[in-house]
């Protein structure tokens, strides 16, 4: 199983340490890629390509879901108890996190909708949660 990232929305002076805690994250946890949309940030990808760990800048990211092959896992508040759907999740991952509010196309475009609890918390601890369970 293959575990790559999107994370949605980067917003350079805003969310540059909770990106790079996805992306920490993500690396700590197994991931093996992280992609970002959003805002293009030279500093996040200069601290994350330092510890080797792949980082890829997307200006379109519904194209970038649309042709992978990859189950598209959306992580919100407004998805399904994780605990249910984590036994169906085979094969290549690709798990979606937001920043500010994600657009209701991207819950269509998701083969799951998740929830890590019914309380809004942030994208690094859902994530984290996530793959950890997916270990
Ligand atoms: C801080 S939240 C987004 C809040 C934003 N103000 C909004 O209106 O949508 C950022 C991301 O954290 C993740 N997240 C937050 N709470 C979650 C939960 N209970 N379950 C799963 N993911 C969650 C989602 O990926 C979400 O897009």
Redesign the pocket.
């Known amino acids: 199983m293959t575990i790559q990232v999107l994370r949605l929305s980067h917003r350079i002076h805003r969310d540059i340490r909770l990106s790079t805690h996805v992306a920490l994250t993500s690396r700590a946890f197994g991931a093996s890629k992280i992609y970002y949309s959003g805002q293009h940030d030279s500093s996040l990808e200069t601290s994350i390509k330092k510890l080797n760990f792949p980082i890829e800048y997307i200006e379109n990211p519904k194209k970038l879901i649309k042709e992978s092959k990859s189950t598209i896992v959306h ?3 407004k ?1 399904e108890d994780y605990k249910k759907i984590i036994p169906k999740l085979k094969g290549n991952l690709l798990i979606i ?6 657009p209701t196309e991207y819950y269509k475009l998701a083969d799951y909708n ?10 690094v601890a ?1 994530l984290a949660v996530i793959l950890e369970k997916l270990k």
């Open positions: 992580l919100t508040i998805g996190v937001g920043g500010e509010k994600v998740i929830s890590v609890t019914k309380y809004p918390h942030s994208e859902a």
